[in-house]
């Protein structure tokens, strides 16, 4: 089963509005990844984290890599209505090839 | 460039029979890891095929397996399906073994047991 808490489940979001987003992990990983999902399709990365402490930025979206390596979180500014998704965090283990262990995702839903 | 591509796209298959799932993985691309996605247990690894062998298995039983050819394309089967089988099947490609570059993953293969 997974390994990765990842936080909150679901959020409703309006609009112009900041998000935010979390992952932690009983096991340190030497790279975190953020992936965004839509319906019907794979996942589709959005940033990757490769060193303890370090915090990257794509577009409106910031992510950053904990200190302990046991965690990150995703940062999602102004949002807009294509940001609706289901988002997923992943680790990946030092000499563990490419095997990703995923978070249980983040479906953010706009308010009504 | 072409993306991942996984063929069938939908497949709708009865208990006890078997499948099989093909992932062209992008250009060049010479990992192929495949993933189990369903609502309960979330994306779960299964395998992961470099150089036409099987480098890392994640803990699922004997029934699934897989195979790599020369040409990088991967295909995964399941044997003696069950009801719990019904899953979103997904490859991910990535240029080697290193873990420092992107891993792209296909559409998926949505796979329905009756």
């Not at chain 1, 936080?7 to 992952?23: L, R």
């Not at chain 2, 189990?36 to 992961?48: A, D, N, R, W």
């Not at chain 2, 003696?80 to 899953?87: F, N, P, V």
Request: proline share 4%; hydrophobic share 30%; aromatic share 10%.
């Amino acid at each position: 089963g997974q390994q990765l808490n990842q936080s909150p489940q679901s959020m409703f979001i309006q609009e112009g509005e900041d998000v935010s987003m979390n992952c932690t992990s009983s096991s340190i990983f030497n790279t975190w990844l953020w992936y965004k999902q839509d319906p019907g399709e794979g996942p589709v990365l959005l940033i990757a984290l490769y060193k303890a402490g370090e915090l990257t930025s794509n577009g409106r979206l910031t992510a950053q890599f904990g200190i302990t390596r046991k965690d990150s979180f995703l940062n999602i500014s102004a949002s807009i209505p294509s940001d609706v998704g289901i988002y997923f965090c992943a680790g990946q283990a030092k000499n563990a090839g490419n095997m990703l262990t995923f978070g249980g995702g983040t479906r953010l839903m706009v308010k009504p | 460039k072409a993306g991942v591509t996984q063929t069938p796209r939908y497949l709708i298959k009865t208990r006890g029979q078997q499948v099989t799932l093909s992932c062209s993985p992008i250009s060049g691309h010479r990992s192929v890891s495949w993933y189990q996605q369903t609502p309960g247990q979330g994306l779960q690894f299964l395998f992961e095929y470099f150089s036409e062998t099987q480098r890392n298995k994640g803990n699922f039983p004997g029934r699934f397996s897989g195979r790599q050819f020369s040409n990088s394309r991967s295909e995964m089967n399941v044997s003696t399906l069950e009801l719990g089988d019904s899953a979103l099947y997904l490859c991910a490609s990535s240029l080697d073994l290193s873990g420092d570059n992107e891993q792209f993953f296909g559409p998926g293969t949505r796979l329905t047991v009756l």
